[in-house]
DNA sequence: CGGAATCCACAAGGATACTG
DNA sequence: CAGTATCCTTGTGGATTCCG
């Protein structure tokens, strides 16, 4: 194949026009710049997806996070909640108790940013065997090769 | 469920379910060991999001995808595209021509990531005002309060 | 031209200890 | 309980140089 990849890639610039944004050189500037990249970043966190699914179960506290979470540590934690809260993502409820008490729970936003994560977790799912294979393929080619 | 955030969130569970996957304390266990890992550390990936966008408008040489993909160093898109072909999304073929010249292009696979991909770039794109509120507001509070 | 190798600066993140 | 503060190790990525 010469020019064009086989299949027929629908969006990137229909998507960028369809917002203003300027596709100049494979719109990488316009990515780049703005905030879309925050988004993709805490996606990309290896946290903050954990978070966001289990929140999505239902409310939570800070402990229950902290155990519910595998293998994150409590500053992790922390800083990760801030970073969702900052963003609106997922709402803080502090109980003016003793021992304090303290609630986290995905907002209506939070809510709708996991869908489109989720299409991603089940393409993921979905390719995990071409994925390996390419990948076992691409190593063993390497070992003989090197 | 007794507590359930207000919008109803679709899918965490029933999406294991559907894959076999253990749901144990809102499945991170499962995300956090499997490969999905690899795939949202793509996504997240500052570049690799940028270099699947730039090939999607079609095969493109090395140096092209170094002036393309703005800010990138030779070595990151060197590291970003051998990760790339290993996973099988991104094609690379050397034509023995001198001087040398090597075609990157989307694999089919490859061109299968995109769409969801790019349901998570809209999903950034028409929530950036939204976010952008929650951000300034937070940071305004926290500024008053510290 | 398309890399691989080396060096180095800085940021991310874990462990631990302390506090309201 | 729910953090904050500090230390310290590791990883990440840019700049530079050299090579087929």
Redesign the pocket.
Known sequence: MTTTPSTDVPGVRELAARHGIPVDRGCAAAEATSEVRSVLDRVG??WSVLILGTLSGGPQ????L?HGVD??????L??N??QLERDGLVS?TVHPVV????D?ALTDLGATLLPPVLALVEWALENTGTIRNHRDGFDSRRAAAG
Chains 1, 2 share one sequence.
Do not use: N
């Open positions: 966190d290896k506290r800070f402990t229950e902290l293998g994150i540590s409590q500053r992790m922390t800083l909640l801030r803080r021992p304090p008490r303290v986290y």
